[in-house]
């Protein structure tokens, strides 16, 4: 079985200053990681993903997010954020065989001026 | 734009209908997950479609059911509704890679009165 946890609800933060979000998983195989963001009356759009090779993935937007194998960690990063960026985030494990994905509850990142 | 479509974007109706939510998923994608969302209960998946077979189920109520037809979009029908139905109902699509990230729809967003 898979899980994943993201570690903080809510995350305010000041225009312009850095961001981390944070996301832990369970599992005992290796996995596919993703984040996801979620802008008010949208769905769901791939921020990035992590399915093997460097530990350091870029996504859209100036998103970041570095896989830790020996943390089960894949935390979400922003050197300097701007109020467009306030949304809510998801982490999402996929497993090897059955594809099947598992989302974490979710992150609203508010972004204040 | 994801490519995947979801209509209707918005359904009021009262307790003890029956309602069809529809999916038309990205071009050349074969698989199809439904999932509701909901403040209480989070991003929960309901079932999966590839290729007009039930791939994987999930947290489905067997007041509902869904299907994907020969052209590959697919329905969702929730019946004698109850008020705790209400929820963002999303449909996503993926590759065929076991890694293929999901591609997410802008959701009907139901209400039950």
């Known amino acids: 079985a898979q899980s994943v946890t993201q570690l903080d609800s809510q995350v305010p933060v000041f225009e312009e200053a850095p961001v981390e979000l944070r996301c832990n998983y369970s599992s005992s195989v290796s996995v596919y990681l993703f984040w996801y963001v979620q802008y008010p009356n949208q769905g769901l759009q791939l921020l990035l993903k992590y399915l093997s090779g460097s530990t350091l993935v870029k996504g859209i937007n100036g998103f970041e997010a570095e896989f830790n194998k020996s943390q089960t960690s894949f935390h979400l990063r922003k050197p300097s954020v701007h109020i467009s960026d306030t949304a809510e985030y998801f982490c999402a494990v996929k497993g090897p065989v059955t594809g099947k994905s598992t989302f974490g509850d979710g992150t609203t990142l508010t972004v204040k001026p | ?113």
């Open chain 2, 1 to 113: 734009d994801s490519g995947v479509t979801q209509t209707p974007k918005h359904l009021i109706t009262a307790t003890g209908q029956r309602v069809t939510l529809r999916c038309s998923p990205r071009s050349g994608d074969l698989s199809v997950y439904w999932y509701q969302q909901s403040l209480d209960q989070g991003l929960q998946f309901l079932i999966q479609y590839y290729n007009g077979e039930e791939r994987a189920k999930g947290n489905i109520l067997e007041r509902f059911s869904a299907q994907q037809f020969p052209d590959l979009h697919s329905e969702l029908n929730l019946s004698s509704l109850e008020l705790g139905d209400s929820a963002l109902y999303f449909c996503a699509s993926s590759g065929d890679r076991v890694n293929s990230p999901l591609h997410f729809g802008n959701g009907t967003r139901l209400t039950v009165t």
